[in-house]
């Protein structure tokens, strides 16, 4: 059976031209071991060592992503390239494989080759606008378009202030309550379920993903967990990163690995989810305020005029906080591995001449 990798989301002009491999999509990340689709249908993959862990760089694959491969109809096929990536999510890896800096130092992808993000919160005990504000800027980053979901609308009578207060965090957005036990709502997000569209999930656990998944789908395809009562929380259901392609055409992304997303690079994650903040800056009688002190400060008499709130700006301040140190750590780790590679390569060139000065000397003795 020939699979048409463009009901995967593949687009004919994503294929460089003269080479000679067969496109696929990674559909789950197991190690060092790929799961992919492809023409020739679903298979498993391995790196190229020569490609991925030689002198030249190539960003490893995540789930979403579009590759190259020299099928195997025998055994794993070989990876051979990352194609080029429309929209991503990174983790944050302060244990040394910071972004992209030198090519032992690899960036750590979560997902890739999104159309839309679905930003899950629960209208339980767990609903949090702030972590709704961490989410809106994150999926800005990322280049695909957010979209807010209020999950377990059933769980009460009047959740309108809840959907107010975060249209009014998120202008621009839609944002949707539903439910997935009811039904309700679910229709609402039709325009963004078309086939060989991608979606990626971003929530906490226990907000109801799987559930979501199984109401789009029409069929339970995703194990759910029940929440616990104490906190209205639960586990996370997914165990390993997985794309799925759901009866409907729909393309669905869902990752334990979500949780752990930190703020990499978000000057434009932040320009869009704080508009309403951005309008201020740079508005301020001195070029270098603070916003704290200064006279003439944008920002201080928006607050005070009731224009823009003080938590809104102190949610800014905090996720601005949170990037730059991001970016601090990440330049930190830049100048060490530099400094460790240098001080490898001094101690190479030092045994090399120790090794040569005692070899002349041998020479001599005999």
């Known amino acids: 059976m020939i699979v048409d990798l463009t009901d995967y989301g593949f687009i004919p002009t994503m294929m460089p031209e003269g080479v000679n491999a067969v496109p696929a999509r990674v559909t789950a990340v197991h190690k060092e071991r790929y799961e992919i689709i492809c023409e020739y249908g679903q298979t498993f993959g391995r790196l190229k060592a020569g490609i991925y862990y030689g002198d030249g760089y190539e960003s490893f694959p995540t789930v979403g ?11 794993d096929s070989l990876i051979i390239k990352t194609l080029e ?6 983790r944050n890896d302060f244990s040394g494989h910071a ?12 997902a890739a080759n999104f159309d839309y993000v679905f930003i899950m919160a629960s209208l339980n005990r767990d609903f949090n606008l702030k972590r709704i504000e961490r989410y809106l800027t994150l999926a800005w980053q990322s ?3 957010p979209v807010v979901v209020l999950t377990k609308a059933d769980l009460m009578e009047d959740f ?44 906490s656990s226990g907000v109801g993903k799987s559930s979501l998944v199984n109401a789009l789908a029409g069929e339970e395809i995703m194990a759910v967990n029940e929440i616990r009562e104490d906190d209205s929380r639960g586990r996370h259901t997914t165990t390993h990163r997985q794309l799925i392609k ?13 949780r752990e997303l930190g703020m990499w690079d978000v000057n434009t994650g932040l320009d869009e989810a704080f508009t309403d903040v951005k309008g201020y800056l740079g508005k301020c009688r001195f070029s270098d305020c603070r916003h704290k002190t200064e006279p003439g400060c944008a920002i201080k008499e928006a607050i005070a005029n009731g224009e823009l709130s003080e938590e809104r700006w102190k949610s800014y301040q905090q996720i601005m906080r949170e990037a730059k140190f991001a970016e601090n750590k990440s330049v930190f780790l830049h100048d060490k591995s530099k400094r460790d590679k240098a001080i490898a390569q001094f101690s190479k060139q030092i045994n090399s001449k120790r090794r040569a000065g005692n070899q002349a000397d041998r020479d001599v003795f005999y």
């Open 85 to 90: 990536r429309k929209s991503k999510f990174a």
């Open 143 to 145: 280049g695909a378009i």
């Open 160 to 203: 309108a202030e809840n959907v107010r207060a975060v249209e009014k965090i998120a202008p621009g957005v839609g944002v949707y309550p539903v439910s997935a036990k009811t039904g309700y709502g679910i229709d609402k997000l039709s325009d963004y379920l078309k086939p060989r569209k991608t979606i990626v999930f971003l929530g």
């Open 99 to 110: 972004a992209g800096f030198v090519k032992t130092v690899k960036e750590q992808l979560v």
């Open 65 to 75: 992503d579009f590759v190259l491969i020299q099928y195997n109809f025998s055994g």
């Open 246 to 258: 759901l009866p409907n055409g729909v393309i669905v992304i869902d990752t334990p690995g979500m």
